[in-house]
């Protein structure tokens, strides 16, 4: 019951997780312009995204344009459009297999290994998402402090982190919840099971087969030979226990 009830909350920070880094993906401000020095020019805010860079005048309106080329963009920013992607495809996927392994459903049915298994899978392609989000956040966030302090920048050139950097992290701490749930919960339970029957190579003991039930024999009665007449020629003395005395009977004597 307990395994249970952890299942579904790993599945439900791994849904929020997902659901954080596609916003993440989708959202253009990872990069935002920064406001210091003489740049005093704040109508007017720069965002750049992984698909495509925005402009918005004084909180109005905002336009965007989808880039040309994927060669113009930085290394960052290229990496981080493929990373992003398969940790979509990881998490979709792990999401997925983890339903089909939840001890709430009857996917698999009268094999608790095979669900153990399954989600042991689950969980690690939800831990695998999870770190193909936390590199290209955590690699673009570097090269914006980077370049922020870096002296050869003018203040029109240097930028801040924007909001999906932030809704980037969040999400790949939840997928690492969700995934960490699935995997150890499923491991200590394996270990479990697996401590329960071990037997010892080295023990003396032999095992025997259990004894079979006493089957009921069944007494089979002969039937037994009747006496047959004998002729004789003399007669013969038969005794009676009701007489002292010999009774002679001619002709026929019984053995």
């Given at each position: 019951?307990?395994?249970?009830?952890?299942?579904?909350?790993?599945?439900?920070?791994?849904?929020?997780?997902?659901?954080?880094?596609?916003?993440?993906?989708?959202?253009?401000?990872w990069?935002?312009?920064?406001?210091?020095?003489?740049?005093?020019?704040?109508?007017?805010?720069?965002?750049?995204?992984?698909?495509?860079?925005?402009?918005?005048?004084?909180?109005?309106?905002?336009?965007?344009?989808?880039?040309?080329?994927?060669?113009?963009?930085?290394?960052?920013?290229?990496?981080?459009?493929?990373?992003?992607?398969?940790?979509?495809?990881?998490?979709?996927?792990?999401?997925?297999?983890?339903?089909?392994?939840?001890?709430?459903?009857?996917?698999?049915?009268?094999?608790?290994?095979?669900?153990?298994?399954?989600?042991?899978?689950?969980?690690?392609?939800?831990?695998?998402?999870?770190?193909?989000?936390?590199?290209?956040?955590?690699?673009?966030?570097?090269?914006?402090?980077?370049?922020?302090?870096?002296?050869?920048?003018?203040?029109?050139?240097?930028?801040?982190?924007?909001?999906?950097?932030?809704?980037?992290?969040?999400a790949?701490?939840?997928?690492?919840?969700?995934?960490?749930m699935?995997?150890?919960?499923?491991?200590?339970?394996?270990?479990?099971?697996?401590?329960?029957?071990?037997?010892?190579?080295?023990?003396?003991?032999?095992?025997?087969?259990?004894?079979?039930?006493?089957?009921?024999?069944?007494?089979?009665?002969?039937?037994?030979?009747?006496?047959?007449?004998?002729?004789?020629?003399?007669?013969?003395?038969?005794?009676?226990?009701?007489?002292?005395?010999?009774?002679?009977?001619?002709?026929?004597?019984?053995?």
């Amino acid at each position: 019951m307990a395994n249970s009830a952890l299942e579904i909350v790993g599945l439900l920070l791994t849904l929020i997780g997902l659901i954080g880094a596609a916003a993440s993906t989708g959202m253009p401000m990872w990069r935002v312009t920064a406001f210091i020095g003489e740049n005093i020019i704040v109508f007017e805010t720069r965002y750049e995204g992984l698909w495509m860079n925005c402009f918005r005048q004084a909180d109005i309106r905002m336009q965007c344009k989808v880039y040309d080329s994927l060669l113009a963009l930085p290394p960052d920013l290229q990496a981080a459009r493929g990373l992003m992607c398969c940790a979509l495809a990881l998490g979709g996927l792990g999401l997925l297999i983890g339903l089909l392994g939840m001890q709430c459903t009857s996917c698999i049915q009268n094999n608790d290994r095979a669900k153990r298994m399954v989600l042991i899978i689950a969980g690690s392609m939800i831990i695998m998402a999870c770190i193909c989000v936390i590199i290209p956040v955590s690699w673009t966030g570097h090269v914006i402090i980077r370049d922020f302090y870096n002296p050869l920048l003018i203040d029109a050139q240097r930028r801040e982190l924007g909001e999906a950097l932030y809704i980037g992290w969040v999400a790949a701490a939840f997928l690492f919840a969700g995934g960490c749930m699935f995997v150890c919960c499923n491991l200590q339970s394996e270990g479990k099971e697996s401590r329960r029957y071990i037997y010892s190579r080295n023990s003396d003991y032999m095992a025997y087969p259990p004894p079979q039930p006493l089957q009921p024999q069944q007494l089979v009665l002969l039937p037994q030979p009747q006496p047959q007449p004998v002729l004789s020629r003399h007669p013969s003395t038969n005794y009676s226990y009701n007489s002292r005395y010999p009774s002679v009977r001619s002709g026929v004597a019984y053995l």
